[in-house]
């Protein structure tokens, strides 16, 4: 099947290139030309904008950072829909606002194109691994014709509803992930300001109910001071920026989310946007005195 790729960035390029391992034609398109290179030279092909990209490929993919940078490649001047053939599944794999992703489907099935939103969740380790667990919204029937490709990137690969649906499944992950780093952070804090060491704190946690994949990972680090970024803080922002907009468009009440919201906020003023988002830990520490 050929394929096109917008947006081979630390998520997207070993998304692609695992579609390239399975065997498909890629046509892919990057801001930065030399972001392409290594897909290149695995056999892709590079084009100087997305609506070359998506000239006469079935499915086009986008990844990039934020619903104005999805809007631009698809609707902008030299968009997807300038070059795309009636028919092509476009499956946006940002994460955005379920609003406008919403608006965006409409326009686009006016235009005679589908639309699948699916936004990802693993970080770099499962976009390389190909083990991301995907979120889908759309068409049931579009997503089963793109679930073959969703399989070259992912595991855990669920229909959750109608065009929106996807980006909703993800600001809930996105609001687990970072009220339960929060709580990690408050945990491993106050065993330390007691006295007690907090490594063999997470440890007893970690056999219990308390034990996650977040006191696993994002605990460590915690412990470890080492902040080098799986998820960074400015992309943990951005989406819990996400979250709240749409908790305040419904009137929806997300009071841990809110306060969590708030420290990043905190630590892209301490100029940390480029740390992991674990680094939550150093405002609660601040916070704490210390």
């Known amino acids: 099947m050929n394929i096109g790729f917008i947006g081979p960035g630390i998520m997207g390029a070993p998304m692609a290139l695992n579609l390239i391992k399975a065997g498909h034609v890629l046509s892919v398109y ?97 976009a390389i691994n190909g083990t991301l667990s995907i979120m889908a919204g759309g068409k049931k029937e579009i997503f089963e014709r793109v679930k073959p490709l969703f399989e070259c990137m992912g595991k855990n690969i669920v229909h959750v509803g109608g065009n929106g649906a996807g980006q909703v499944a993800k600001a809930c992950n996105q609001i687990v992930v970072a009220v339960t780093i929060e709580a990690v952070a408050e945990a491993l804090t106050f065993a330390r300001r007691n006295g007690a060491d907090p490594e063999k704190v997470r440890e007893a946690l970690m056999g219990g109910f308390a034990g996650s994949r977040i006191m696993e990972v994002h605990g460590k680090r915690m412990l470890d001071n080492d902040f080098r970024p799986g998820f960074k803080v400015g992309l943990h922002q951005k989406d819990m920026r996400i979250v709240m907009e749409t908790a305040h468009q419904l009137g929806v009440a997300l009071p841990a989310a809110a306060l969590v919201a708030q420290h990043l906020n905190a630590l892209m003023g301490m100029h940390d946007a480029d740390l992991d988002s674990s680094a939550i830990v150093k405002v609660i520490e601040r916070m704490s005195g210390e």
């Open 30 to 126: 990057a801001r930065r030309p030399e972001v392409t290179q290594g897909l290149v030279s695995a056999g892709a092909m590079a084009y100087s904008s997305p609506a070359e990209a998506a000239s006469g490929v079935d499915v086009i993919f986008t990844i990039v950072s934020d619903t104005p940078d999805v809007e631009e490649v698809i609707f902008g001047e030299k968009g997807i829909v300038k070059g795309a053939k009636p028919g092509t599944v476009i499956v946006d794999m940002s994460t955005i606002s379920p609003t406008a992703t919403k608006q965006f489907a409409e326009r686009l099935e006016k235009q005679g194109l589908e639309m699948l939103d699916a936004p990802v969740s693993g970080g770099e380790t499962g």
